[in-house]
């Protein structure tokens, strides 16, 4: 097994990446409006967001002052693909997936920062 597949299934193996990966599959996020959904600090989520980028399973990306993540789904990678199309076609009926999904569509960066 090649050390990039298993950094994968180790970033895969906490419930909140897991989420995160869910929730970003309906849009991109920026840190605070996955704080706001998963109601954990900004740093916590921050550390979550760094170990999928490490994973190669999502990416980030700058839109004026936000930073944005996404999913891979384009990676060069096959088996990042294969594992995100999994991901995809699974939990759809997880109860708690669905109230973060209720909640990543009425989350606004704007009115959770204030701006």
Not at 1 to 25: H, Q
Not at 83 to 88: A, E, N, Y
């Amino acid at each position: 097994m090649k050390r990039d597949e298993v950094n994968v299934f180790k970033a895969l193996g906490d419930k909140n990446r897991i989420r995160i990966i869910k929730m970003l599959e309906k849009r991109d996020l920026c840190v605070c409006e996955a704080r706001e959904v998963l109601d954990l600090s900004n740093s916590t989520v921050s550390k979550h967001l760094s170990i999928l980028c490490n994973a190669d399973l999502i990416t980030d990306f700058k839109d004026g002052k936000w930073v944005n993540y996404r999913l891979n789904a384009r990676s060069k990678n096959p088996f990042i693909r294969s594992i995100l199309s999994s991901i995809k076609n699974s939990l759809t009926d997880d109860e708690q997936v669905t109230n973060d999904a209720k909640k990543v569509r009425s989350a606004d960066r704007n009115k959770i920062c204030g701006i």
